[in-house]
């Protein structure tokens, strides 16, 4: 229910503490996605014919990035750029870690 109700409801907190709770249904709700996406990267990388850091795609990342920059515009693409690329290599170690390199 913290991850649907953060993801739907449309909150605008009057206090901090308030405001404090909102945010951490937010965190739990991205906690979910990233360790979702962390678990499809890891699918991605024992299927690509180069996984890892070295198939690593930079044209398909900056094509994911414009993407969600049309959804979070006031991030733009480089706060963006930024936020995915520490999402994407923290998903390659953990791909690496399961695989035992």
């Not at 739907?8 to 996605?33: K, S």
């Amino acid at each position: 229910m913290t991850v649907v109700g953060a993801l739907l409801r449309d909150e605008t907190p009057a206090t901090l503490p308030e405001c404090r709770q909102a945010i951490d249904r937010v965190d739990a709700a991205l906690a979910t996605l990233l360790e979702r996406r962390a678990e499809l990267a890891g699918i991605v990388q024992r299927l690509k014919p180069v996984g890892g850091f070295a198939g690593r795609d930079l044209g398909r990342e900056r094509d994911v990035v414009a993407r969600m920059a049309v959804r979070a515009p006031a991030l733009g693409e480089s706060r963006l750029s930024a936020i995915m690329n520490a999402v994407i290599e923290a998903g390659l170690h953990l791909a690496e870690e399961r695989s035992g390199r």
